[in-house]
């Protein structure tokens, strides 16, 4: 029978090309915001973090982007290779009681890159 | 490798049964959480524990348990399985209590499937 599940965006990109993938938070009280990969068959990866009182972070390859007005947060890879093919999550955190150290997810992005 | 562990890698048992999935936190990490990924929910969180002690609940059903030992390690117990309790089940740990900016590193996860 037909399977229905999570359809996740895509993002299909040549090797060498820069990626950019983006994620539509929900609270604006969020204060902490991660990137996680997720390749098949394995558990998410830290990749990147960024706090709320910052807009931009760079890491290895990677940049997070941070826009608190419209509740968005991008990431940017460069120079993308083979390698970086996975499916892409954003976490935020808002550390509030009850809710302390929990992290929302949103849906992911399948990133696939092509020689 | 995140340094965190997941036992079983695989589970298979019928509806009705009982199961238990373990995890072992990165060495000096107090905190963990469970986190269970299914196709049409995405990544939800569970449950936290942080040093022994129940540090925040999500969307954990009342068949559901889960518990740390002195030693750090924790465990999940899921009872009267339901067909629809099939997904991966991850457990991530992170340093202290899960405060804003904390980040939680995941492991390899435990696929389960009920029949």
């Known amino acids: 029978g037909e399977s229905v599940g999570l359809h996740l965006p895509t993002l299909s990109v040549q090797e060498g090309d820069n990626s950019i993938i983006n994620c539509a938070y929900s609270?604006?009280?969020?204060?902490?915001f991660i990137w996680y990969k997720q390749e098949s068959g394995k558990g998410p990866q830290f990749i990147i973090d960024?706090?709320?009182?910052?807009d931009k972070r760079q890491g290895q390859r990677v940049t997070v982007l941070l826009n608190k007005t419209v509740k968005h947060l991008s990431l940017q890879i460069a120079a993308t290779q083979p390698g970086d093919s996975a499916v892409y999550f954003c976490a935020e955190n808002f550390s509030r009681g009850s809710t302390l150290g929990r992290l929302y997810f949103g849906r992911g992005t399948q990133l696939t890159v092509w020689p | 490798d995140s340094g965190v562990t997941q036992t079983p890698k695989h589970l298979i048992t019928a509806t009705g049964q009982r199961v238990t999935l373990r995890c072992s936190p990165r060495?000096?990490?107090?905190?963990v959480y469970w986190y269970q990924q299914s196709l049409d929910q995405g990544l939800q969180f569970l449950i936290q524990y942080y040093n022994g002690e129940e540090r925040a609940k999500g969307n954990i059903l009342e068949r559901f348990s889960a518990q740390q030992f002195p030693d750090l390690h924790s465990e999940l117990n899921l009872s009267s399985l339901e067909l629809g309790d099939s997904a991966l089940y991850f457990c991530?740990?992170?340093?202290?209590?899960?405060?804003?900016?904390?980040?939680?590193?995941f492991g390899p996860g435990t696929r389960l499937l009920v029949l």
């Open positions: 991530a740990s992170s340093v202290g209590g899960g405060g804003s900016g904390e980040t939680q590193y």
């Open positions: 060495s000096g990490d107090l905190s």
């Open positions: 609270n604006s009280a969020s204060d902490y």
């Open positions: 960024i706090r709320s009182n910052m």
